[in-house]
């Protein structure tokens, strides 16, 4: 294929030049977004009167029938052009010869890709969004169902305090809300449209940069045409709002790891999502969970990468920034592929209460509530902190726990201590006390997935 920019050169470029020039490979698939930019940008220069409207009618015209080809796999995309955008205007050329090339008229590839890769990851960024939607929704329906499902809090990885499986799972729900928040705040920020800011300086032509913003679902035109081809800072905002999703994804993945071995097993993974060994025959491995684990290290790469590729730039446009698109690509790409097989795994895997339940007997995390009790008591906490340490250590001396420990060992420290100590001590009257703001008592869970669900209608709702 003849290159579009060939007049200045005397030779044709090295056939391993122009295969590691070429990005058709991986722009590809912005192929709908470039004949939708087109298509704006052919209406604009109609109106405008900067080609005759009958030009501007063929090329929208000869543009819609090429997206219809390629859609239906009647044309196929050309792996020897340079890119999508001049694979395009050159199938354009070919069906309409001097009107196709009218198309670039007061346009240059710099805003055109500029405009594209906005295109592209406006969509992308709904797709995502729309999972992460689902996931926290599926949560919130879980939490729903496991308001008293006692299990151990920890910290350190230690058991420290009893909280429930909905109040745990809250915990993600709302991490999750800040990352579609996140999207929602790049989307915004990217939501505005270079095309017309040309190579770098704009054109001289009376183009309408309102008409294609409007056009094409724009807040407005960008407001500085150096500024507008020369920064991928959005691809780099989405990439680290990608990043968070792939860490809370990883953390949970790291707990559903946890969770469904041996040693713990609160939960079992569907046998759909789930994989076995090839020499050991009893085992069930969270294959999914380890990937998203390992592919959130992949993703980290794509934000470095991005980073990376920009920090050294001089104004305006630099071929450096053709960098962006694999990188920022293969973020979408698996940030939506983790969610996709994520969901469904959390919707089926089952829960073992009374293994959570049980766990949450041992390792003394009703000991801050025995504290607390002589404190309701008139101690100072800090004399009954010691106490209760003391406590503890007779009870890991007797084998025994803080709710079996005889009342006439507890006299011993202090007569504060009656009967009413069991109750205080019992792990679900110890969850159903913490009922403070974002606590884990049933009550307050409930709460937290009610304004989950209206913060989470309003993020969707927010375009």
């Given amino acids: 294929m003849a290159k579009m920019w060939a007049g200045r050169f005397s030779k044709e470029v090295d056939a391993m030049v122009n295969a590691f020039n070429s990005s058709i490979s991986f722009d590809g698939r912005m192929y709908r977004h470039d004949i939708m930019g087109s298509i704006a940008h052919a209406k604009m220069l109609g109106k405008c009167s900067i080609i005759s409207e009958e030009d501007s009618k063929l090329i929208v015209k000869g543009l819609s029938e090429i997206l219809d080809d390629i859609d239906s796999g009647k044309l196929e995309l050309d792996m020897n052009a340079e890119d999508i955008h001049m694979f395009i205007e ?28 906005r295109l592209y990851l406006r969509d992308e960024i709904g797709e995502i969004r729309k999972l992460a939607a689902k996931l926290t929704d599926v949560l919130c329906t879980l939490a729903s169902s496991n308001l008293n499902t006692v299990m151990p809090g920890y910290t350190h990885l230690q058991r420290a305090q009893p909280v429930t499986l909905a109040h745990h799972l809250m915990a993600y729900a709302q991490m999750l809300l800040r990352d579609i ?213 007779i009870c890991i001396e007797k084998s025994c726990t803080l709710e079996t420990l005889d009342l006439s060992e507890y006299k011993k420290f202090t007569q504060l201590f009656d009967n009413d100590l069991y109750e205080a001590i019992n792990l679900e009257t110890c969850v159903n006390q913490r009922n403070s703001e974002g606590g884990p008592a049933p009550e307050s869970v409930k709460k937290q997935i009610e304004l989950t669900r209206t913060l989470l209608g309003r993020e969707i709702a927010d375009e």
Wanted: with cysteine; net charge neutral; hydrophobic share 40%.
């Fill in 90 to 117: 050159a199938e354009l050329t070919k069906r309409y010869g001097d009107v196709g090339k009218r198309l670039h008229t007061s346009r240059s590839r710099n805003d055109q890709v500029a405009l594209d890769i």
């Fill in 181 to 393: 928040s996140r999207l929602n705040d790049t989307r915004r920020r990217m939501n505005y449209n270079p095309l017309g800011s040309c190579a770098l300086a704009g054109t001289t032509y009376p183009i309408d940069r309102k008409m294609t913003s409007d056009l094409l679902g724009f807040d407005g035109p960008t407001a500085n045409s150096l500024d507008s081809v020369a920064d991928r800072d959005f691809c780099v905002e989405l990439a680290a709002a990608i990043s968070l999703i792939m860490t809370h994804l990883s953390r949970f993945s790291e707990e559903i790891i946890m969770w469904c071995s041996w040693e713990f097993k609160f939960i079992e993974l569907d046998d759909a999502y789930a994989t076995g060994s090839s020499i050991m025959p009893q085992k069930k491995n969270p294959d999914i969970t380890e990937l998203i684990r390992g592919k959130t290290g992949r993703v980290n790469g794509d934000l470095v990468t991005l980073l990376s590729m920009l920090k050294g730039l001089p104004l305006a446009y630099n071929k450096d920034m053709q960098e962006d698109k694999e990188a920022i690509f293969d973020a979408v790409d698996n940030v939506k592929l983790c969610l996709e097989t994520f969901i469904p795994m959390i919707e089926t895997m089952r829960i073992n209460p009374d293994k959570m339940r049980a766990a949450a007997a041992k390792g003394f995390i009703n000991a801050t509530d025995c504290a607390d009790y002589l404190v309701k008591k008139g101690l100072p906490f800090r004399d009954a902190y010691k106490i209760t340490g003391q406590l503890v250590a």
